[in-house]
């Protein structure tokens, strides 16, 4: 079955370590997104990435980064985790096309929940 | 630009009764809307979604939402609750600045009573 895929589903980290959570989809979809969920909110935009391009929300802070090397990965890193940004980390896919914009759903993968100690 | 509010952080319904949670939107174009449902430890799955080809949609799981343009309304219902239903909802819009952008509402969460 078609999929978004995150590993690992659980994180540890500690304070300061930098820590990268992965992303991968078979669904062949050209926009990719991360979010960041802590308890009982709704999923908050860190960035997405629009086929190869790279879309950063305004107050996603510097300490977030994300990489996609090709059509089906996606990298979130975070370079000094802080006791904040402990979190369920989510992965989506779109597809985006003239014909259908804003159509289409977005497909989310498991999560990966980030405990920062 | 687009928003969505969603009323009722907390819904509680007994097993076998209607469930209704609410969803208001606000959009300056015609929107398209969603409803997500997220269980424990879980990614969003899509329930149903409007696209303006009928009013009524229907989604999985007996869910189904009536979109209201009178009203800016976009209310899920489901005849009768499961135990399974227990979750965390979401309603969601699309943005128009944006073609690949979703926006959430704050959610509400389901509990259901045996």
């Known amino acids: 079955d078609a999929m978004v895929i995150q590993n690992p589903r659980y994180q540890v980290t500690q304070f300061g370590k930098p820590v990268t959570l992965s992303c991968s989809q078979t669904?062949?979809?050209?926009?990719m997104y991360w979010y960041q969920q802590k308890s009982s909110q709704a999923p908050k935009l860190l960035f997405h990435y629009y086929d190869k391009d790279f879309n950063n929300e305004a107050d996603t802070p510097d300490n977030f980064q994300s990489r996609r090397p090709n059509t089906s990965f996606c990298f979130l890193d975070i370079r000094s985790p802080g006791l904040g940004d402990a979190a369920m980390y989510l992965c989506?896919?779109?597809?985006?096309?003239?014909?259908?914009?804003?159509?289409?759903?977005?497909?989310f993968g498991p999560g990966t929940r980030l405990t920062v100690l | 630009a687009q928003s969505v509010t969603q009323l009722g952080s907390h819904v509680s319904v007994s097993e076998g009764a209607l469930v209704l949670l609410r969803c208001n939107y606000s959009s300056s174009v015609p929107p398209y809307l969603f409803w997500y449902v997220q269980y424990p430890n879980q990614g969003l799955q899509l329930l149903l979604k409007?696209?303006?080809?009928?009013?009524l949609v229907k989604g999985i799981n007996g869910f189904e939402a009536e979109f209201k343009k009178s009203e800016t309304s976009f209310h899920l219902t489901k005849p009768s609750a499961h135990m399974s239903d227990a979750a965390e909802y979401f309603c969601?819009?699309?943005?128009?600045?944006?073609?690949?952008?979703?926006?959430f509402g704050s959610g509400t969460r389901l509990s259901i009573r045996p």
């Open positions: 409007y696209t303006s080809a009928a009013t």
């Open positions: 969601a819009v699309t943005s128009y600045s944006s073609a690949s952008k979703i926006i």
């Open positions: 989506a896919t779109s597809r985006d096309t003239v014909d259908e914009r804003r159509q289409n759903e977005q497909f």
């Open positions: 669904l062949n979809h050209n926009v």
